[in-house]
């Protein structure tokens, strides 16, 4: 027998995130204390915006924002998309859906209307009830191109990658699978592969670090290339050099757990980067890694961290020859990594932004 007293449970807000990306795992990590914090998720793919059925008292969290601009062959197409994209959250907003954005990069790694995308983050900036950083340094990397109020500005940093990249105990043995003599220095970069990540510039300078390094080079590019044009250019120079092995296919986080553990040196050649799970990657099984300046504040002196100016070919070998002078493996680093679990990092997430958005 009903007691015609009792109450239907509470509603629970739902937590919508948009877009999400199945090969990236660092919402699942991110929002891993949501149920916790009283939310009920929401994944939106790419495609599954427009159609999401969100309400007042829930929030949508934006990530890689570029996206609203996709399928866009012109200018005037990326216009038109910009357009629909702000209309359609001011929409939400009006239903009292509250509006989050990480911002992830200063600009997306292959942004074709760089115009519009510019147009699409200042707008953006304007618009949303809080602004989530990983790099305390965004606001002022960003501030010439999209400038947001610092009252909706919060920081998280990005959770370590500890146990979803498994280390291997046997990194003698994985190095033989992959044919890396044991006097070899094994670089290695991986994820999408695209040209404005500045893999060709770490293939270009192989012959100058391979100079100034006493112990034979290898480098393994571990990753698929969308840009057709791109991927040719690349494979012509990566299938000339038996130093380098460019693997061409899908990854999965075994795959990369055991590549991270068979190199010497995690490697972000980067020329523009605020925030790269690649680094993070590195830093969580205890690798030393090379990243661009910008990158620094990302990271303590518990990583073996070296830095180079993003527009210095230079200085990124000069980068490469301080990281490969160090041991690959240190038990020591891996404080960071336990530091920036994903569990605390989650929970630290969601207390800063309900201080966010309550001061909104």
Same mark, same amino acid.
């Given at each position: 027998?009903?007691?015609?007293?009792?109450?239907?449970?509470?509603?629970?807000?739902?937590?919508?995130?948009?877009?999400?990306?199945?090969?990236?795992?660092?919402?699942?990590?991110?929002?891993?204390?949501?149920?916790?914090?009283?939310?009920?998720?929401?994944?939106?793919?790419?495609?599954?915006?427009?159609?999401?059925?969100?309400?007042?008292?829930?929030?949508?969290?934006?990530?890689?924002?570029?996206?609203?601009?996709? *399928?866009?062959?012109?200018?005037?197409?990326?216009?038109?998309?910009?357009?629909?994209?702000?209309?359609?959250?001011?929409?939400?907003?009006?239903?009292?859906?509250?509006?989050?954005?990480?911002?992830?990069?200063?600009?997306?790694?292959?942004?074709?209307?760089?115009?519009?995308?510019?147009?699409?983050?200042?707008?953006?900036?304007?618009?949303?009830?809080?602004?989530?950083?990983?790099?305390?340094?965004?606001?002022?990397?960003?501030?010439?191109?999209?400038?947001?109020?610092?009252?909706?500005?919060?920081?998280?940093?990005?959770?370590?990658?500890?146990?979803?990249?498994?280390?291997?105990?046997?990194?003698?043995?994985?190095?033989?699978?992959?044919?890396?003599?044991?006097d070899?220095?094994?670089?290695?970069?991986?994820?999408?592969?695209?040209?404005?990540? *500045?893999?060709?510039?770490?293939?270009?300078?192989?012959?100058?670090?391979?100079?100034?390094?006493?112990q034979p080079v290898r480098l393994i590019i571990a990753g698929q290339c969308a840009q057709k044009k791109f991927r040719h250019t690349l494979a012509v120079l990566t299938d000339s050099d038996p130093r380098i092995d460019w693997q061409q296919r899908y990854l999965s986080d075994a795959d990369l757990g055991a590549l991270i553990t068979a190199s010497d040196v995690v490697v972000c050649p980067y020329r523009h980067a605020l925030n790269s799970g690649v680094a993070v990657a590195g830093a969580s099984l205890g690798r030393p890694i090379v990243i661009p300046r910008q990158l620094a504040p990302v990271f303590d002196a518990r990583v073996a961290a070296e830095h180079f100016d993003a527009n210095s070919d230079a200085d990124l070998v000069d980068a490469l020859v301080r990281a490969l002078a160090r041991r690959a493996e240190d038990p020591s680093r891996l404080a960071w990594a336990d530091d920036h679990a994903p569990g605390l990092i989650s929970a630290r997430f969601f207390a800063a932004l309900e201080a966010a958005l309550s001061s909104a």
């Open positions: 027998m009903t007691d015609r007293n009792t109450s239907p449970p509470p509603v629970r807000p739902r937590y919508a995130y948009w877009p999400s990306v199945r090969r990236n795992p660092v919402l699942s990590l991110l929002y891993m204390q949501a149920e916790g914090a009283g939310y009920d998720l929401m994944p939106l793919a790419a495609d599954g915006l427009y159609g999401a059925n969100l309400s007042h008292g829930d929030i949508l969290h934006l990530h890689w924002v570029h996206h609203a601009l996709a *399928g866009a062959k012109t200018r005037l197409g990326a216009r038109r998309r910009r357009k629909v994209f702000i209309r359609h959250l001011k929409a939400l907003q009006g239903q009292g859906v509250r509006l989050v954005w990480t911002v992830h990069n200063r600009l997306s790694h292959d942004a074709r209307f760089e115009g519009q995308e510019v147009k699409l983050r200042a707008e953006l900036a304007a618009l949303v009830d809080a602004v989530h950083i990983l790099n305390p340094d965004t606001a002022d990397a960003v501030s010439g191109l999209y400038p947001f109020a610092p009252r909706r500005v919060f920081y998280c940093p990005h959770p370590a990658y500890a146990g979803v990249y498994p280390a291997s105990e046997n990194r003698a043995a994985l190095r033989r699978s992959l044919g890396v003599a044991p070899e220095k094994l670089l290695l970069t991986f994820g999408a592969v695209q040209r404005r990540k *500045g893999i060709h510039r770490l293939v270009h300078q192989i012959d100058a670090l391979s100079a100034r390094v006493p």
